[in-house]
């Protein structure tokens, strides 16, 4: 009975220690293996009008009306009411979608704005450098876009 009692208490021990060394896995599911989510996240950038107060921003923006490609808050350097009012709208509308879809709707807003072929070279640049770090200005997740390898 002692040798049953000592296996017992030793097999006890045993799970004591595995459960406390247990590993969780963590996955990441990315959008683009996902076409569910694509699709989801397509929606949502139509119902909010393919971020078009964004695209109004990034091209003020762009043709001289910002204040450089800084990070910062929401309107700390955006020179003039108009802009600051088109800066919270976009945030707003960028706050309507899923942090998974956010960066997709930035990139759609960019890819909108170069269809239209009103600005290039210099202009454009200014443009999609804004458009990464739009997320930041709006306080939101994640905090920048990649945007240049996904337009060309």
Avoid: H, W
């Avoid at 049953?4 to 097999?11: P, R, S």
């Avoid at 909108?112 to 450098?129: A, I, S, T, V």
């Amino acid at each position: 009975m002692a040798k049953f009692t000592i296996l017992a208490a030793a097999l006890v021990a045993f799970l004591a220690i595995a459960e406390a060394t247990r590993t969780t896995i963590t996955t990441t599911v990315v959008e683009e293996d996902n076409p569910g989510q694509q699709q989801r996240c397509r929606e949502q950038i139509q119902r909010q009008q393919n971020l078009r107060d964004c695209q109004m921003f990034l091209q003020q923006q762009a043709r001289g009306g910002g204040g450089g490609s800084d990070v910062a808050m929401i309107t700390a350097d955006v020179p003039n009411p108009r802009q600051q009012q088109q800066l919270r709208r976009c945030c707003q509308q960028m706050e309507n979608l899923n942090e998974q879809c956010r960066c997709e709707g930035v990139r759609e807003a960019v890819r909108q704005q170069r269809e239209q072929g009103e600005m290039q070279g210099e202009e454009m640049r200014e443009m999609m450098q804004e458009a990464e770090n739009l997320p930041s200005r709006c306080n939101l997740s994640p905090r920048r876009c990649q945007i240049r390898a996904s337009l060309y």
